[in-house]
């Protein structure tokens, strides 16, 4: 947990599930609460645009960055996965509200959300850092694509039936040549995610490391490899002439690469803050959303 000063949430950014109307309840008690409770709130542009009532002042995510000291997500892990990647370079606190299925990043609840929330104004929070991984892409033409991932960065076939081969560099020494359909590369948030579905452990969130898990390899001797956070991850895709392969982060940012690609992956040097209420409690959370110990 982070050791930094507590902080007064005095002005506070709202963020819903992107085009989900079903979330305009939550943000309207929540904009309402808030409110009462002086504080000032921005509404992301974006949802401000589904909402109905317009008590509240509408801003862009680089505005909720650059004012907020404090921004609650109002949908799933996607909305704070999402909202996670654009506030790391303003080094905002988020709060997560769960209105979607698993949940693992937002673990408040609707019909707690007020008494939480108001712990949390008072100064009865905690806050957890986080890694955050970030890819760049260097083109044969010279040119570079980037993108960020909370969760994981994956290089997989794309439009394809056939296997990719790829090959792995960790720190410029070779780990290996692979034929598969693809590889995780996963921070310790992102180990219960895909990483987790493609046989992965599960890693302490607080743990400077990464995980790269093979997609269906060729070979069952491939398994997965825990690294130090520290490290780069050199890829390149060879094999078929007319293999496709995209590099998707998060499952929401999707960039093409080719055969002649580099790709870099490694560790931001910003982490990612997480807003808890007080005793928050990793495992309690493991055990209800992966239903360990329900038999006992």
């Known amino acids: 947990m982070s050791k ?5 949430f005095n002005t506070v950014g709202l963020i819903g599930k992107y085009n ?6 939550t943000l309207q008690g929540l904009c ?3 409110n009462k409770r002086d504080c000032r709130v921005l509404v992301d542009c974006a949802t401000a645009d589904s909402m109905s009532q317009q008590h509240f002042t509408s801003a862009s995510i680089d505005e909720i960055g650059e004012q907020c000291d404090l921004a609650i997500t109002v949908g799933g892990d996607g909305t704070l996965l999402n909202a ?8 905002v606190p988020i709060l997560g509200i769960n209105l979607g299925r698993l949940g693992f990043l937002v673990d408040i609840s609707p019909n707690e959300m007020t008494t939480r929330v108001a712990e949390i104004l008072d100064g009865k929070y905690e806050i957890e850092e986080r890694i955050m991984l970030t890819t760049t892409i260097q083109h044969p033409d010279g040119n570079t694509s980037s993108s960020d991932a909370f969760n994981d960065i994956v290089l997989h076939k794309w439009e394809t039936a056939r296997m990719v081969e790829l090959e792995t560099y960790i720190n410029g020494k070779l780990l290996n040549n692979m034929r598969s359909d693809g590889l995780i590369v996963s921070s310790p948030t992102g180990s219960t995610a895909y990483a987790l579905s493609g046989g992965g452990p599960i890693l302490e969130p607080d743990v400077n490391a990464m995980v790269l898990v093979p997609i269906c390899p060729h070979s069952m001797s491939y398994r997965p490899i825990v690294i130090h956070g520290d490290s780069e991850i050199e ?5 078929f002439e007319h293999a496709k392969a995209m590099i998707s982060c998060d499952g929401q940012k999707n960039i093409e690469v080719s055969r002649d690609d580099k790709i870099f992956i490694k560790k931001k040097n910003t982490n990612v803050r997480l807003v ?9 959370i493991l055990r209800a959303k992966l239903h360990w110990s329900e038999n006992l």
């Open 235 to 239: 890829l390149s895709v060879g094999g």
């Open 32 to 34: 309402s609460f808030l």
């Open 84 to 91: 996670a990647r654009d506030l790391i370079k303003y080094d």
């Open 276 to 284: 808890h209420p007080c005793k928050h409690n990793h495992y309690e």
């Open 4 to 8: 930094r000063e507590q902080i007064a």
């Open 20 to 25: 989900d109307p079903s979330v305009n309840k």
